[in-house]
Structures are given as C-alpha cells and as structure tokens.
C-alpha cells in the first residue's frame, strides 16, 4: 500500500503567471482568459467555479498540458511548461496529471481491470490496478464491462484510470455533472478521500457551486478573468452538501 502524505508545508506545485489565451473566430480574437495568476498547492483540494464561458475548461486544459497560453507562463516546479517541446509536454501528461471527464470515457469493450490497466501503461510507477480498483471501492467488479455498471460505479472505474498512473494532480472536468445526487455526492467524497489518503492534489471544475463548500480553496471565474479567490476554514464533508 502506499502511505498517506503527511507534509503540513505548503509547497506550490502549479504556478500560472500572467496567462492569457486568445482564441481567433473568424476576424474577431475572443479572450478565453485574461492575465489569469494562480498558485496551485500541493496536496490541496481546489474546486473551480463559474458560468459557461468564463474560462474553466481553457484553465483545465493549459493546466494539463492540452493547450498552451497564447502570452504567460505556466510553472509545473521550476520548469515553464509555456517554453517546453510537444514532447516535454506529453511527457508531463503522462507523468504528472490524471484525467477524469464528466462521461467517463471507458473503453466498452474493455472490463474495468483492463481499462485502469492501459493507464498504468503510461506511467513509470503505476499502482498496482487492483489497489486502484480497491480505491474507489471496485473491487469485486474488476471483470465488469462498462455495460454492466452504473454511472456512479463507471465514473469510480474513470476515477482508478486516473489514480493508477499515480499521477500529481488529478484534473476532474464536471465529475458529478452526469450523475444522480447521491451518486454524486459519493463520487465527491471518493475524491476528497484520495486527497486525504494519497495526498493527491484534486481541482475540480463545475458549474455547480455547492461542491466549493468542500474544497480547500476556491477559486471564481467570471469572463476569463479570476473575480475571488478563497479559502475554506472548515471545509464540508460531502455528505452534508446540499445541491
């Protein structure tokens, strides 16, 4: 097993300096972002929240290397991935971030032991697939097909893809969006849990606003630019969320 992280000092793993991206439409440049500054800290649970439109998945994907800011840079340590090759770039997809999609993206005919397995392929100290289907409580389901499960339980095999490549930062783009309400809040408190057990660092991006009340900070976007930024002092378990 692998032990929980206990470092209590704040250690920036992200820094995003000045950063903006402009999207070009036709003859008009639309900016997705504006000199956008964040510090993202290791270990934290960081919940990203604003309207369609106001940068949150263009935030998403330069954080994880799937697009680069048109000016700023974006420091993962002390490298600037603004600078770095298209495969610097892949190399730190692969090595540092977990993806977890609001539709799963399982492949169907794949169980869900193969489908957390072709992740583990990627890194270069996976965990063990079955520990990752144990994680999110799977683990009598690992010879389940995607047809074969829930959404709830889909989106936890989604959950262990990700963790199993024992990635940095885990990247949710609206994890709860597709599912029930108490599916949901479930799925919320596996993430929280692996924050607090693998000292993971969790930033979760939504439309819907109740899920802040269970991050360590967060942060509001309105129109490509950073409005507030705040810190819980007593986050809320996901079971007493209301939404």
Request: charged letters at 25%; proline letters at 5%; glycine letters at 6%.
């Amino acid at each position: 097993m692998i032990a929980p992280v206990t470092d209590s000092t704040p250690e920036v793993l992200l820094h995003l300096d000045n950063v903006r991206k402009t999207f070009q439409m036709g003859e008009v440049a639309v900016d997705a972002l504006r000199n956008v500054n964040l510090q993202i800290y290791h270990g934290e649970f960081l919940v990203m929240v604003g309207p369609s439109g106001s940068g949150k998945t263009t935030m998403l994907n330069i954080i994880g290397g799937l697009d680069q800011p048109t000016s700023g840079s974006v420091w993962y340590r002390d490298e600037d991935l603004s600078q770095v090759s298209a495969r610097e770039l892949t190399r730190y997809r692969r090595e540092t971030i977990g993806f977890v999609f609001q539709f799963y993206n399982l492949v169907p005919t794949l169980t869900a032991r193969e489908n957390v397995m072709v992740a583990t392929e990627l890194s270069k100290q996976p965990i063990e697939v079955d520990e990752a289907l144990e994680l999110v409580g799977l683990g009598q389901r690992h010879e389940h097909f995607p047809a074969q499960m829930s959404g709830g339980e889909q989106q936890r095999v989604a959950i262990a893809r990700a963790v199993a490549k024992n990635p940095e930062l885990l990247l949710c783009d609206e994890p709860t969006g597709a599912l029930d309400y108490e599916t949901g809040k479930k799925v919320l408190r596996l993430l929280v849990d692996l924050k607090n057990k693998l000292g993971k660092t969790v930033l979760i991006i939504t439309h819907n606003a109740a899920i802040a009340e269970a991050a360590d900070r967060v942060v509001r976007l309105r129109s490509g630019e950073i409005v507030e930024v705040h810190a819980n002092a007593h986050p809320k378990p996901p079971e007493e969320i209301e939404w």
